[in-house]
């Protein structure tokens, strides 16, 4: 579950990415935003999508508005865990802020299920395991 802040301004877009143990992204697990001409406002995650060219196609959804919630599913592969790896929630809002860090969830079996606070425009991100 992903909680906004009550910021000022239009829908805010945000991507989740797996990061490797060297900091590079390894996959895009979900973008909340549907429209792909704004992607080009996530600088660090728009470097790499250019060079990695991966299809998007079924891991997009709806933008999200100031103070609403999105409660989304997508898969992490248990290999990951307990080995370096993080996911990144990074959010951004057009003519605003672009927080490329704005959550970081290490892929610990102690951090995963934690709840964390954002550092932008999201308030809090917290992931059950199933």
Do not use: C
């Amino acid at each position: 579950m992903l909680q906004m802040t009550n910021y000022e301004g239009l829908e805010a877009y945000v991507v989740v990415s797996l990061i490797d143990p060297k900091g590079k992204y390894e996959k895009t697990l979900y973008v909340m935003g549907p429209d792909k001409q704004w992607y080009n406002g996530f600088k660090e995650w728009n470097k790499t999508l250019a060079k990695k060219k991966e299809n998007l196609n079924g891991i997009t959804g709806a933008s999200i508005a100031a103070g609403d919630r999105s409660i989304t599913t997508f898969s992490i592969d248990e290999s990951k865990l307990n080995k370096g790896y993080k996911l990144r929630f990074e959010s951004a809002v057009e003519d605003n802020k672009y927080y490329v860090g704005d959550v970081e969830i290490a892929l610990t079996t102690a951090d995963i299920t934690k709840k964390k606070e954002g550092k932008g425009f999201i308030r809090y991100v917290k992931l059950n395991k199933l």
